[in-house]
């Protein structure tokens, strides 16, 4: 069982910048890829971005250039470097993991981009 807990969420001006954290516990030792989700209220759930244990990443096109994942793997940590928000990036972001047949997902974090 893997347990993720996300961080950094809050309200923020148009062109602000935000750093999302998901720390994960329990059985992580074999989690091969790490990112974030997100939804907004009536819309579609996406991907935003992923990263993997080569370190290699895909990011959504909405986001490409103003958001970058990283990883700490001795923490145990993701991180979501948001710059540049937009009001349009409002919405409630999720932390996911996977392993070898299993998906796990955190709680959510509210991100508001508003003046």
């Known amino acids: 069982q893997v347990q993720l807990v996300e961080s950094g ?16 516990s329990g059985s992580i ?4 890829a790490m990112g974030w989700y997100r939804q907004a209220p009536g819309k579609q759930r996406e991907l935003v971005a992923v990263i993997r244990t080569g370190r290699s990443t895909n990011y959504a096109d ?3 250039g103003r958001f970058t994942i990283s990883r ?5 940590t993701v991180y979501l ?6 009001p349009e990036d409002t919405a409630v972001y999720y932390c996911y993991a996977a392993n070898l047949g299993n998906d796990y997902w955190g709680q959510g974090t509210q991100v508001t981009v508003s003046s």
């Not at 700490?72 to 145990?76: G, I, M, R, V």
Request: net charge positive; aromatic share 6%.
């Open 72 to 76: 700490d793997n001795a923490k145990n």
């Open 62 to 64: 909405s986001v490409k």
């Open 9 to 24: 969420g809050g309200l923020v001006q148009p062109g602000g910048s935000l750093r999302l954290s998901c720390a994960a």
């Open 81 to 86: 470097q948001m710059n540049s928000l937009k």
């Open 29 to 32: 030792f074999s989690i091969y």
